[in-house]
């Protein structure tokens, strides 16, 4: 939805996770984004991240689509929709484009680009992104931005996201039987960092790790590109499984005690502190201490970050991560997260939340929103490089006139030299 009077720009965010699906509706202008409404809803339609249910997950989407709908005023038709789950992959590819004209220009780039996608793939997949990591220009590499530059030949290393084709669909068929268009398939964890990563983190290298209710997925930035990413299938479900056997409490019960009474680190517990378990099956509720109730958190904590730690120097990118590590998603809102984070990774650590956005940011500040205000970053970026691409070759004319304006003034400036020079040496 555009107004056409003005540059604006309604883009609306749609994360569907295996908690809870979330729908942000943003107002992007320049390069501001103002959040006009949000809406959240329990959903149990997912397992790990992807559909185990269809009705059951439209149910949970038109909910808070609805109450993002009320809450914005605005009517929501087009959507950009987050996926996520173990079944995504990626790796690294290269493309070579020659450089057409002996300067770089957007269509080179996109040869490049379409050179690294041009790898097999298994029928049942799809390649969801190509995420450039660097150019190079002839011999010079290292390049982030290749465009307006000099060269015969155009290299790119790019990072492939692929996901089976059938989870990919089983997503958009959810949001179509809302009434939904889908505007596109993001990876969530390229989203998430849209919303809490600044310029800086991503140029001295970074880690964000995004924990949410079925998986956890990890990005790494390195040199300003994306260098890995990767899902493991473990997540804050996981915890309150484990607290729900241990406790021998409902799953409802278990998750409320997590939020409410839950601590990653159990050392930061006190002896004296207790907690009320309720019981099961009609038997009364009982008196624990607290203690307890960190003792089954804190291994599960360690499993997760003990796995991403080990997936991080798989890649080799350890040393490089100097920025340390970013937070976000619902699971690290539980106390001691951080601090458990920092001593298993061995890097500082910090929770993040989405940053940069105006409007009713109060409704999306927590870390569980970052997914979905990230979606809306992403469109609105998209949005403004359509309108680029649009306008390429008008601007292309333009800068043809301006520069056969300026060789015909410099011409022009060399016979008037050369007359005046005649006319000296003449008397």
């Known amino acids: 939805m555009s107004n056409s009077a003005s540059e604006s720009e309604i883009v609306v965010g749609l994360d569907i996770g295996t908690t809870k699906v979330c729908a942000v509706v943003g107002e992007t202008h320049g390069d501001s984004i103002t959040i006009l409404g949000a809406g959240s809803m329990p959903c149990r339609g997912l397992r790990k991240g ?12 038109k909910d808070a689509v609805d109450a993002a709908q009320m809450m914005a005023g605005v009517e929501i038709r087009t959507v950009y929709v987050g996926v996520a789950g173990s079944h ?16 770089v220009t957007r269509g080179d ?18 390649i969801l992104h190509v995420l450039p990591r660097e150019y190079i220009v002839d011999a010079q590499d290292g390049i982030r931005d290749p465009i307006g530059m000099s060269g015969v030949r155009l290299g790119a290393k790019a990072n492939l996201v692929t996901a089976a084709t059938s989870c990919v669909q089983n997503v958009i068929r959810c949001a179509e039987r809302c009434g939904l268009v889908v505007a596109d398939v993001v990876l969530e964890p390229l989203a998430s960092a849209e919303a809490v990563l600044s310029d ?42 484990d607290i729900a056997a241990g406790l021998r409490t409902p799953m409802a019960e278990a998750d409320r005690l997590k939020r409410n009474s839950g601590c990653a680190l159990g050392r930061l517990v006190g002896d004296d502190e207790e907690i009320e378990v309720p019981g099961v099956g009609g ?35 350890l040393e490089q991560l100097s920025a340390g590590v970013v937070l976000t998603g619902g699971a690290v809102l539980l106390e001691g997260m951080p601090e458990a984070a920092e001593e298993i990774l061995g890097m500082p650590v910090r929770i993040g939340f989405p940053a940069g956005i105006e409007g009713v940011h109060q409704a999306v500040q927590g870390p569980q929103y970052s997914t979905g205000v990230g979606l809306v970053r992403y469109g609105a970026h998209a949005i403004a490089e359509a309108r680029v691409r649009n306008a390429t070759p008008v601007q292309s004319l333009i800068r043809q006139k301006i520069s056969s304006q300026i060789a015909e003034a410099e011409a022009e400036a060399r016979d008037k030299s050369k007359f005046w020079a005649w006319l000296k040496a003449a008397f």
């Open 50 to 61: 992807i559909v185990s249910n269809i009705d059951w997950t439209v149910r949970s989407i």
């Open 88 to 103: 995504i992959r990626s790796m690294m590819s290269d493309g070579v484009a020659a450089i057409s004209g002996g300067e």
């Open 109 to 126: 780039v996109e040869r490049a680009l379409e050179g690294a996608r041009a790898i097999p793939v298994d029928a049942d997949r799809q």
């Open 200 to 241: 800086d983190e991503k140029e001295i290298g970074v880690a964000v790790i995004d924990i949410g209710g079925g998986t956890t997925d990890l990005l790494l930035y390195v040199d300003g590109g994306i260098a890995h990413t990767s899902v493991i299938p473990v997540g804050g479900n996981n915890i309150t499984s």
């Open 283 to 317: 038997h009364a509720p009982r008196r624990t201490a607290r203690r307890v109730l960190s003792d089954i958190i804190e291994p599960r904590v360690e499993e997760i970050f003990a796995a991403i730690r080990k997936r991080i120097e798989d890649t080799g990118l």
